[in-house]
Each structure stands twice: as C-alpha cells, then as structure tokens.
C-alpha cells in the first residue's frame, strides 16, 4: 500500500493524526505500521510506563488526569491509553475515560487514546505494546495506561508496564480482604484514593499487615533485594498525594535499574510476546483454514478429533505461515 | 350487602376473563412500568383512617379549602433573549390575567458565566434571558413592582447571585427585602442527578444552598429559598416513583444540611417547596402528587421532629411535560398539556405552568405563550374541576396507586440510605445509572412500539407544515455583549474589587457568604465575576459519567 | 494484507457541545450504538469545538455525533465542521442531533453536517444511516 509510506512519513514529522491512526492499525492487528516501532530494548524512542488499575469507581481516571498534571508541570509529554471491556456479543462498547482529563484538552503534549479490549484471545497485551512502542517512537515521555480491573485486565497491564499501580478506596465497603487473587503479585504501589473518606487508614493498615504476612517470592535478581510495595494515600480529586505517587514510581524505577530486574524484565517480556505473537498467528491460520479449506473442516467433523485437524494446520504453518504472518 | 358485592365481583371476573382483551401489543402497565388491574374494588381500599384536607398526612391536600379559598397560581416560565424584550414580555402576560412572574435564564447565565465569555457564542438569549449584571435585573423588572407580584427565578448553582440581585432591584424600588414574596430554584442535588448544570463540588454548592436558606429565614422571611425540584429528573427520563423518591430524599438532605447549620427545623421547614413534572400518564401522575404530601408530612414529623403545621405541609409548583411534547403535528401538543395540567390540579398544585405547543421545537412564541395560559383558565373556570377538593380521593384505583408509588419510593429512600445518603449516592453514580436505565427501557418500548407516540411511532403523517417558530435575532448576542462591557467600564472599580476580594476571603472561612455576594452584586460585580472569585476558592466539578 | 483481521466496530465520537446539560438523548444513542457493535467514545458534557475535534483526531473516530439542547446549533455545528477543515479532517463524518427546527436543518446541511436527528427519531434510524454510511465495519 503506498497509504503506508505517506502515514510513516506524516508519523515522523509529528501528525498526531498519523499516530492515531498507525494505534488504529495496531489494533486491528495489522502489521503494515510494525516499522515506525522502535526496538523494545530501552535507549531513545522508548517511554517508561506505569499502569494502573483498581475496581471501577476508586478514581483511577481522576488519578491519572492529576498524575498528568503533576507530569506536565515538570515538562514532560504524556500519553494515556484508556481501556474498558467491549461486549462480547456485539463487540461495541463505550468508552468514556476521558472525561475525567479534560483539563488536558488541547494540550498539545497530552495524548489521550481509549481501547476497547476487544475480546479477541492475547488481543488486547498485544495490540497494547504495539501502541506503547508506537507511542515512544513518535516522543512522548511517559506512557499511562489504565483499565478497569475486571477479568484478567490487570494481569495485562502488569505484563506491559514497568511500574503497575494498584487503586483501592474506602468506600466501596468490600474492604480490603475482598482483594482479588493474584493482585499482591502485580502491584508494585498500591494507592488508597479518595483518602478524605472515612476508613482511608483501615484500608491502608490492612494492607500493610496482608503484604507483611504475603511478602513475595522473588526469584532471580529481586531475591536477594525485593522490592516493597509502598502504600500512597492520594485525594485525586484535589491533587493531594501525588508527588509522592509519582515519587514512590520513581523510586521503582530506580530499583528496576539497580537491581538488574529491568533487564531480566525485558527479556522475560520479549520472550512472553513472541509467544503471545505464535500464539496469535497460529490462531489466526487456524481460522483461516477452518475457514477456507472445506476438506479440513469437513474431516474434522467427520471424525471428530480436535488434534488431528491442529496438527494438519500446525504443518502447513511450517511451510509457509511465517511468509504469511509477516503480512 | 357485603355477600353480594362478592358475588358481583366474581360474576364481573367470569365475564372479563371470557371477553375477547385487545391484542394491539400495546402495554397495559403505566408509563412508568407499575402493573395495572382491569378493575379496583373496594378490597383494593387500604385499611386506614378517613383522611381530610388540611389535616396530616395531607394527602388530599393541604388547604382545608382546597381550590374553594384560591386557585392555583398560574405562572408562566419565560425569558428570552435581553432584559429588555423579557420584560416586555412579562408585561404582556401580566396583561394578560398571569398571576406570578417565573424567570427563564439563558445558559451562560445559568452556568454562571458572563456574555462575553469564550463559550457563550451561539447561547446568548437563547434558553431564556441574559443576565450579566444588576444592571441587566433592573431592566428586566422595569416598570413592575416587585411587592406586588411573586416572582420564581429557575436558577441553581449561581442561584444566591441572582437573589441578591433581585433583592438589589427591590432596594432601588424602595421595596424592603421583608416584603419580597417568590421562589428561588437553588436545587442544586438534582443538577448532579439529572440537569447537570453544576459547577462547583457538592460540598461547596451545599454550603451556598444553606447560605441562602439561612439568610432568607431571617432577611427574606417570605421567599420560597428552594424549589426542590423532580421535574428534571423525570425529563432525564425516570419513572413516576424514582422521581417522587429521589427528589424527596434530596429535600431530606436539604433538611439534614440545616440542622447541621444548628438552624431549628420549624425556623425553615416551611419555606421548602417542591417542583414536580405532570407527565401524560394521568392517573399515575395523580397518585404520585398524593404520594408526595403523605410521605412528605410523615417524615418531617416522624423522622425531624417538625411541630409547626406549615413544617409538614409540602407545596408544590408542577409544569406539565417537555419530553411528552413531539416536534410532529405539534398542535397535539395543546391536547396533552391539558391532559397533564387537569392531572396536577386534580393533584392539589399550588402553582402550575402549561408548556406552549412550539417549546418542543423553540422558545415560545407569543401566540403559543397565551394559548398555554388560556389552558390553564379553561381548566379552573370552564370545566368546573376546582369546585370539589381532591375529587379522586376514595376511588379504588387512585387510592391503591397512590399506595403503591409511596411504597416504590420507600424502597428508594432505604438504598439511599444503605448508600450513605444522597451525596455520596450521586458519587456512586446510583441516580444516575436509575434514570438512564429507565429512559433507556422506555425508548426501547417505543422502538417495539409498545409504547404509542401518536404521530411519533403511530398516525404519522408525511407532510408536516412548518410551523412559525420564535427566532432569536443573532445582533442581540454583540448587543449583550457590548453591555456587560459597558457595565465593567463604567462602575466604581475600586469598590467592585474591593467587594469581590471580601468575598473571596470569606468564601475560605465559614461566614455566611450572602452579605458578600449582595454587596458584589450592588457594586455592579457581574455574575462571571462573582462566580470565579467563588470557583478559586471551591474549585470545579466533574461528574463520572454512567452511560 | 493480514489474515483474519480482527473486524475493527467503526469509531464513533459522541459529544455534547453547548452549555446545557440535558444528556439523555445522547445516553440512549451511546447505548443504542454500543449495542449495535460501535465503539462509542463519550467525551461528555460542555465540549468546545476545539475540544471535540482534537479528541476525533486523537481517537482516531470516522465519525463524530453531536447533541445539543440549548438552540446555540446554529452557531457550534459548523464550527465543528470549520474546526475539521483547519485541522484537515473533513473526511470524519459529524451528524448531530437535538431540538433543531426544519429550516435550520437544511442551512447544517448545507454547511457539512452530514444528517440530523430530531426528537423521536427511532435510534434504528440513526444505526441504519450509519450501516449504509460505513458499510464495511461495526454492528
């Protein structure tokens, strides 16, 4: 396509237009705008990230509206990518983060994107690295990246972000022994928002005495240094808290740097992605065979049996699936 | 004899259940999905005490005259763009037999914003008239003396600016604020539920809303210092109870607010009032006024200790459909307001204002404006309704339906309490997400058309005349504009600034602001001003929004 | 070309521009659209033009929905469609809806809004001019 070359063309000369749309590509999953991504492997072009994420109404969008006030004020570019569940039955969803970061409306150094995570398998992680890297390629200091906790989202965020915040509140009564499996594991900070409501020091002192009793197993370079994760109260909503959030991500980024957990990260990401990307592509054949070749299908219900039909397409990848999964 | 009505009732059941039932798709139930029987009884009577008019719980009504010692109050919502054309037209409807002055104002200055602001372009005058300053007030009440006549000014978040204005237009007239009778809008709970016209934080916007109360108790003894209002609550599309309940739960939170002020509630009670919808579903909306007095009477002695009669007793202000009205054949218009406005008044309102067939389309035109009004006559002088006080009382049906809303509201007041009360409810997004999931069902219903629009989704016709609409005269925007200007250039600056840094100072302390406010608004402040001095010190608010 | 690309819902930014607060005409589109397989970014109350279309270009959306209540349609609708062509966007396709009166419908229109929607308009009305407006993506 010679649309390809103009859109790369109008990307590097800072069109805010052309980077929404190469995000657009990306999330289509197609591989036409793979160039203008610079290499993940840190060094100019790449954005540190932070993610957070939390139950829905603990103010996550007010958060990050007041952490990109705080970033601005220090001169930094920003970007925002705002997730929220799409239906699985229509696959239309409504996405309304950005209402709450309106200050940075026609700030120039303010990207704002919301994705719809669309359902389709590793999708989501996937077509999200693609527009972080994007996103780092065309300038912006620092990536955000913030979505509802619900399902697996918040496992997606920690496997893409350097730093992944955790947001509680007081008032959503569940307290703080309600908290999700797995949520220890990811969080790297955890904030109580909305720390002007009754229960704020509860919340956090629960917390404390849980993380005191779940002190992680870390293994590789954070053995021998773990990392532990700070509790932030913040009022979002009055900009209270948030140097020190950003201070506490600060601190994390250090300590990734220091201890040599950036570099095992990285690889670890690399590798989990290439996965992720097979993983995606097979998928894709899959499909497409089912599909198309009517002799495979009809063999498959003839006989009923999943892996032979798998293996019958795993062998045609092998002879020309990575010609075709390079689009 | 009791035997027998059995007897007749099981016949009359026999019959029904073997008589062929219209099979048009149509729902039986009321607009607002409440079930209905074929037919109510006399097992359907709840087992209670006669009630009487003017006698708690006040169901049917709090007058024991009803409309026998005085009508209601006729009072037409209007404002269009200047003060000027405004008050030309007040002086058209008080020619014209309207008994009370009611104030639309445009949208800058309900968003508290003066003409010149960047985004007033394009709204100056539109949704009703512009007021920048005092200035504007007192051409908009020239020539009328403000102590012979009440006025009600529909405004919230600015509401204590436009009082003092008022109050500053009655001083020039040599009318003491004691004398002035109206109703200030100043609901500011339902701007965060449904009409989100707010601006600053709940918190804040409280306080300004206490303010007042309290300042009028003891300055403006006769002013009405809150309307609390349903209206646009049903018009953001709830149902009959979910209004009836959420508007009464934030009069309760009103309540609660004052008594934290240490104010005693009798010293107040009496100067709330209330401001609900006539939608066209006539009987439900009957039921739903009756409602109204009786849990209203009951909490207030029950829950607040109110000894004054006047505390229990809740009057109400009614302005029938907006969103019942349709652009299509618009004449039909003058059909259903007449329906809804029969409904308010057979439902005890103190005061009512009948839509104009055009407002669905524009502001009104003068001809729409009297035919409105003339509704409104026909109805307490023509069709002989006013002569009998509550003449649905002891009907099987109204009875059980006014039960049944009060009970649906109930259900609403417990899960607002489980929520924290009202403000932390709307921070939960709960009234919010209850009115949208209910306008939601009732469009799907339309769509499926079990629900009938006529001439929306039925009896549709293809060529529709074009109707003569009023039309705002784009100049009036740089004319308005050109005032505000005007006023800043020539009123005394140093006491305007002086004014306004008071009242910044006061609003980071815990005075009451009003006195600081009626001195910006007599130094010539315009209402921008006033309101950004307000917003430095209180900030801006942004809703969650729940789709 | 990809294979098997993830069929991508047409993006639709839905916003209400001028003062008044009334969203519940564009509540009930949102959710209509959503339903309809459209991703729908809501960029809520008291948008400026400039606002409305730096989001569309940010949400990189085809199209743009407009409500408005106030009667100040006459003035913020085309400054939307002005608003695209200095940012070189006239491709996004912007459609509105509110109290808007015959006569002015026709004076938007010529201006480049593209359709318009009154009250009591069926939403399958407003789905169905999408459909046959993009009829490669959404619902």
Same mark, same amino acid.
């Given at each position: ?138 300038g912006f200091d620092q990536v955000i990246l913030e979505t509802v906790g619900v399902g697996q989202s918040e496992l997606e965020v920690a496997a893409v972000a350097d730093t992944t915040v955790v947001v509680m509140t007081p008032n959503l009564g569940d307290g703080v022994q309600m908290i999700k499996a797995g949520i220890l594991e990811i969080a790297d900070i955890f904030v109580v928002n909305k720390a002007d409501l009754d229960g704020y020091q509860r919340v956090a002192m629960e917390l404390r005495a849980m993380l005191s009793l779940n002190a992680p197993g870390a293994t590789g370079a954070a053995a021998s240094k773990p990392w532990k994760p700070p509790i932030i109260t913040t009022v979002a909503a009055r900009q209270e808290g948030i140097d020190e959030l950003w201070a506490a991500i600060e601190s994390h980024r250090r300590y990734l740097e220091t201890s040599g957990r950036a570099q095992e990260l990285a690889a670890k990401r690399l590798k989990d992605e290439t996965a992720e990307v097979v993983a995606d592509l097979a998928r894709q054949q899959a499909r497409l065979a089912l599909g198309e070749d009517g002799a495979l299908t009809e063999q498959l219900l003839k006989d009923g049996s999943p892996y032979r039909a798998a293996e019958e397409i795993l062998n045609r990848i092998g002879s020309d699936g990575r010609k075709r999964g390079r689009g | 004899m009791k035997v027998r009505a059995r007897d007749a009732k099981e016949v009359w059941k026999e019959e029904f259940e073997s008589s062929p039932t219209r099979d ?197 003894? !006769? ?225 499926? !058309? ?98 | ?139």
């Amino acid at each position: 396509m010679d649309g390809e070359s103009e859109l790369a063309a109008r990307f590097r000369a800072g069109d805010i237009r052309a980077l929404a749309r190469a995000i657009s590509l990306v999330e289509r999953r197609d591989p036409s705008v793979r160039a203008l991504e610079t290499p993940p492997k840190g060094g100019e072009g790449s954005a540190a990230v932070v993610g957070f994420t939390g139950a829905p109404g603990t103010g996550k969008s007010t958060l990050v509206d007041a952490l990109v006030t705080l970033l601005r004020k220090q001169g930094k570019s920003v970007s925002v990518i705002a997730t929220d569940p799409n239906s699985p039955f229509t696959g239309g969803a409504i996405l309304g983060d950005r209402i709450r970061m309106q200050r940075h409306a026609l700030d120039p150094k303010v990207f704002i994107r919301s994705m719809g995570a669309r359902g389709h398998l590793g999708g989501l992680s996937l077509a999200t690295r693609e527009a972080i890297r994007l996103l780092g390629a065309f300038g912006f200091d620092q990536v955000i990246l913030e979505t509802v906790g619900v399902g697996q989202s918040e496992l997606e965020v920690a496997a893409v972000a350097d730093t992944t915040v955790v947001v509680m509140t007081p008032n959503l009564g569940d307290g703080v022994q309600m908290i999700k499996a797995g949520i220890l594991e990811i969080a790297d900070i955890f904030v109580v928002n909305k720390a002007d409501l009754d229960g704020y020091q509860r919340v956090a002192m629960e917390l404390r005495a849980m993380l005191s009793l779940n002190a992680p197993g870390a293994t590789g370079a954070a053995a021998s240094k773990p990392w532990k994760p700070p509790i932030i109260t913040t009022v979002a909503a009055r900009q209270e808290g948030i140097d020190e959030l950003w201070a506490a991500i600060e601190s994390h980024r250090r300590y990734l740097e220091t201890s040599g957990r950036a570099q095992e990260l990285a690889a670890k990401r690399l590798k989990d992605e290439t996965a992720e990307v097979v993983a995606d592509l097979a998928r894709q054949q899959a499909r497409l065979a089912l599909g198309e070749d009517g002799a495979l299908t009809e063999q498959l219900l003839k006989d009923g049996s999943p892996y032979r039909a798998a293996e019958e397409i795993l062998n045609r990848i092998g002879s020309d699936g990575r010609k075709r999964g390079r689009g | 004899m009791k035997v027998r009505a059995r007897d007749a009732k099981e016949v009359w059941k026999e019959e029904f259940e073997s008589s062929p039932t219209r099979d048009d798709g149509v729902e039986t139930s009321t607009i607002s999905g409440i079930p209905l029987k074929p037919l109510y009884t006399a097992d359907d009577l709840p087992k209670r005490d006669e009630e009487m008019p003017g006698a708690f719980p006040y169901t049917r009504g709090i007058h024991p005259g009803g409309y026998r010692g005085r009508l209601w109050t006729m009072r037409q919502f209007s404002g269009f763009a200047t003060a000027e054309e405004t008050n030309r037209r007040y002086k058209y409807l008080l020619a014209n037999g309207q008994t009370g002055l009611s104030v639309a104002f445009d949208m800058p200055t309900l968003m508290g914003q003066d003409s010149d602001a960047p985004t007033s372009r394009g709204e100056i005058g539109h949704c009703g008239v512009a007021i920048d300053s005092l200035a504007d007030m007192e051409t908009l009440f020239d020539g009328i003396p403000l102590g012979e006549i009440t006025t009600s000014m529909t405004i919230n978040s600015p509401a204590a600016i436009l009082l003092c204005m008022y109050i500053a237009v009655a001083e020039k007239q040599g009318v003491p604020a004691s004398a002035l009778g109206g109703t200030l809008q100043n609901d500011i709970l339902k701007e965060f539920i449904a009409q989100k016209e707010f601006i600053f934080p709940p918190e804040p916007s409280m306080r300004l809303v206490v303010d007042s109360i309290e300042y009028c108790a003891k300055e403006v003894p !006769k002013w009405n210092t809150i309307s609390i209002s349903g209206y646009h609550i049903r018009e953001a599309g709830s149902t009959a109870a979910q209004e009836l309940a959420f508007t009464l739960a934030d009069g309760m939170a009103y309540v609660d607010a004052c008594l934290e002020r240490g104010m005693r509630i009798d010293d107040f009670a009496s100067r709330l009032s209330f401001f609900f919808d006539a939608h066209i579903d006539f009987f439900e909306e009957i039921a739903k006024f009756r409602a109204a007095r009786r849990i209203w009477a009951r909490w207030m002695r029950e829950r607040y200790g109110a000894q004054d009669e006047r505390s229990l007793k809740l009057r109400f202000h009614t302005q029938t459909a907006g969103v019942s009205l349709t652009a299509q054949q618009p004449e039909l218009n003058i059909a259903r307001t007449a329906i809804e406005a029969l409904a308010a008044v057979l439902g005890g309102t103190q005061s009512l204002h009948t839509n104009a067939m055009d407002e669905v389309l524009a502001l009104p035109t003068d001809k729409a404006a009297r035919l409105a009004l003339r509704t409104q006559q026909l109805l307490a002088y023509e069709t002989g309704v006013a002569n009998t006080i509550d003449p649905l009382g002891g009907s099987y049906f109204v009875e059980a339906l006014t039960d049944e809303i009060e009970r649906q509201a109930e259900v609403y007041f417990k899960r607002i309490e489980e929520l924290g009360g009202v403000i932390p409810a709307i921070e939960a997004s709960f009234f919010q997400k209850e009115i949208a999931d209910s306008a939601f069902r009732y469009q799907q219903e339309l769509e499926q !058309k079990r629900r009938l629009m006529v001439g929306v989704n039925e009896f549709t016709v293809d060529d529709e005349e074009p109707m003569e609409i009023l039309r705002i005269d784009p100049k009036l925007e740089g004319e308005q504009v050109a005032r505000v200007q005007e006023v800043r250039r020539t009123r005394d600056q140093a006491r305007c600034s002086k004014a306004l840094a008071a009242l910044r100072k006061a609003a980071t302390g815990t005075d009451n602001l009003m006195p600081y406010i009626l001195e910006s608004v007599r130094a010539y402040a315009t209402e921008g001003e006033i309101m950004n001095t307000l917003i430095e010190v209180f900030g801006i608010y942004t809703e969650t929004a729940v789709i | 070309m990809p294979v098997d690309t993830a069929v991508r819902p047409v993006r639709i930014l839905v916003a209400k521009v001028g003062l008044d607060g009334h969203d519940r005409g564009v509540k009930v589109v949102a959710r209509a659209l959503r339903d309809a397989g459209y991703e729908v970014i809501y960029t809520g109350l008291r948008q400026t033009p400039e606002m409305v279309v730096d989001a569309a270009l940010q949400e990189d959306a085809q199209v743009i929905g407009l409500s408005i209540h106030s009667g100040a349609h006459m003035t913020l609708f085309p400054a939307v469609v002005q608003e695209l062509k200095r940012r070189k966007a006239t491709d996004i396709v912007v459609f509105g809806g509110g109290i808007i009166p015959e006569d002015d419908i026709v004076a938007l229109k010529k201006k480049g809004v593209a359709e318009l929607f009154t009250p009591g308009t069926p939403l399958q009305e407003i789905v169905d001019w999408l459909r046959k407006r993009f009829p490669q993506g959404g619902g």
